[in-house]
């Protein structure tokens, strides 16, 4: 009797525990949308998204976030343009190139770039990246270029892994009946291979564009972080993420209101992304 | 035909080249540049503006790590067991749960501040403080933990659970005594990569933890973990030598731990290391 009791008891304990993740994720929701929606409705839904000026000390203030979600999109842009070829192209090294050997020591290393924290990133685009920029293209080297270069850096983890494993899955009749009709190695891995796994190639593309969209320190310390515009890419820009991180400490009243909308556009961006990427991931299964 | 396959070769090289070198020279820049500034002085007992020492950060971050990972680690390793112990295949509930792990894996460290913000520290009126930064870090390491859990029992043979059952013990006493000890590599493989979620963590814990350069005298008082402690360096512009510093006690971290999760990993996985 005492015994079903305690199995019952833990097996209550272990649903309650599961149901943490939902819980957490209504809370976020619950708590991005009531804290943005106000200052949406204040501002004016269009203002708010389209407007092209942000200057909360200026009176009447605007608050204007199209300058940030456009940075956003460039710098995020940038970074897939950067991180793709090469993520995909280390993918293809590591699953059919690679001997075994080295292997051993590169699919970890793949790992540890994946555990370097943003701030030390950031900190190695503002001491290296930005005066390397400013030295071969002028301006002062905190850019959009700047940005792009590290994100791409940054997302080069994500796009390896979930391409490799795409890569690996890939049966291997595919490999064996190019080889068969006359291909060398080389070729049979890139017009056999690698296309069979595009659906997964494709996920890393969206995940990557999430880790790079919602990416903050590493592009704080090296963007420019001014709430204009872009204009061309070796000038600086604000992304949606630094405008929350270099406002959020001083803001008060309907700034700090429209710092937590910047926050909720921010989370339906990644909510979509988020969605296309479990329907792809379904679809790949 | 011989033309492609030298260019495709050529590229293939360069790009993992590139890859690796980029990060030989991140962290071998680092660890250069970094390592002449480490002087005893950074590890004062006191923080003051002359020494600005290390010690108090490397203090808040222990007990960060700590408090976090007491949040998380039962609630995880539960939903794990939840997950694949009990949990019928085609449950509803286990879709959503899958669904909101994903999900909150998902979600950029930047947000959860913000969450944390608006939830722990002015909802709950706690205000900047470890407990704020801890819960914040739990939830956003909560789908690693998750995930580290479900593949290590999935990966238990059912045999010895059938053997376990067959000499007559519970459900409990053989998640417990059986298929728990043996999925405790891979459970701690996971717990130890979300170690290194927490120490390199700043976006979430700038305005939830606060960024106050003193050890935390409570569960309720502000404090910076180290790489707040570098961001705030870094930002101001005038310490660089110290971000240095601190960076490099950073990357010995994040390297070391994750050493520590792939030997975890492969003691788990002992027959196959490429997979």
């Not at chain 1, 270069?149 to 494993?165: K, V």
């Not at chain 1, 820009?237 to 710092?259: K, Q």
């Not at chain 2, 971000?243 to 006690?249: C, G, K, L, R």
């Amino acid at each position: 009797m005492k015994k079903n009791f305690l199995e019952k008891f833990m097996e209550i304990i272990f649903f309650i525990s599961a149901s943490a993740s939902i819980i957490s994720v209504v809370l976020i929701c619950v708590f991005m949308f009531a804290g943005g929606i106000p200052a949406i409705k204040e501002i004016g839904l269009f203002d708010f998204l389209l407007g092209k000026k942000w200057s909360p000390s200026n009176v009447p203030p605007s608050f204007g976030i199209l300058p940030m979600i456009l940075g956003s999109i460039y710098v995020t842009f940038g970074a897939i343009l950067i991180g793709l070829p090469i993520g995909v192209l280390t993918a293809v090294f590591l699953s059919k190139f690679c001997p075994r050997k080295i292997y051993r020591y590169l699919k970890p290393a793949v790992n540890l770039m994946a555990g370097i924290p943003s701030i030390v990133y950031g900190f190695f685009g503002m001491v290296v990246l930005v005066p390397f920029i400013s030295n071969v293209f002028g301006g002062n080297g905190n850019s959009i270029l700047t940005a792009s270069i590290l994100l791409g850096i940054m997302i080069l983890p994500t796009i390896i892994g979930l391409s490799e494993s795409a890569i690996r899955s890939v049966p291997k009749s595919y490999y064996e009946g190019a080889i068969a009709l006359g291909a060398s190695h080389e070729t049979a891995v890139m017009f056999a291979v690698l296309p069979a796994a595009k659906s997964g190639i494709f996920a890393s593309i969206v995940l990557g564009i999430g880790r790079a969209i919602g990416e903050t320190m590493a592009v704080v310390m090296v963007a420019g972080n001014q709430a204009r515009m872009p204009n061309g890419i070796l000038r600086g820009i604000r992304t949606l993420t630094a405008n929350i991180v270099m406002e959020m400490g001083y803001a008060a009243d309907l700034h700090r209101e429209a710092l937590i909308a910047t926050g909720m556009i921010l989370f339906i961006f990644i909510l979509f992304i988020n969605g296309v990427f479990s329907i792809l991931k379904r679809r790949m299964n | 035909m011989n033309k492609y396959t030298k260019i495709i070769k050529g590229f293939v090289l360069l790009s993992a080249i590139l890859t690796f070198s980029v990060l030989f020279l991140l962290i071998g820049y680092i660890l250069v540049k970094g390592i002449p500034h480490i002087d005893p002085s950074l590890f004062a007992l006191e923080y003051n503006t002359e020494n600005l020492s290390l010690f108090p950060a490397i203090i808040t971050t222990l007990m960060m790590t700590f408090l976090a990972l007491i949040i998380s680690c039962p609630i995880g390793v539960f939903t794990g067991f939840y997950l694949v112990e009990y949990a019928k295949t085609g449950n509803k509930f286990v879709e959503i749960i899958r669904l909101t792990t994903e999900t909150l894996s998902g979600i950029p460290s930047i947000v959860y501040g913000l969450f944390g913000l608006l939830f722990f520290v002015t909802a709950l009126g706690w205000s900047f403080s470890l407990m704020a930064g801890a819960f914040t870090l739990s939830i956003m390491i909560l789908p690693l933990i998750i995930r580290a859990t479900e593949e290590a029992l999935i990966a238990v043979p059912n045999t010895l659970r059938e053997a376990s059952f067959g000499l007559g013990a519970g459900k409990l006493r053989t998640i417990f005594r059986i298929v728990l000890p043996s999925a405790i590599p891979g459970i701690l493989a996971g717990i130890i990569l979300s170690i290194g979620r927490i120490v390199g963590e700043t976006a979430a814990l700038i305005y939830t933890a606060g960024s106050v350069p003193k050890i935390p005298e409570n569960l309720f008082s502000s404090g910076r973990t180290l790489a707040i402690h570098m961001y705030v360096l870094s930002s101001e512009g005038l310490f660089t030598d110290k971000a240095y510093a601190t960076a490099v006690i950073l990357l010995v971290v994040v390297i070391g731990i994750n050493a520590l999760s792939s030997y975890m990993a492969k003691r788990f996985t002992k027959e196959n290391v490429n997979g």
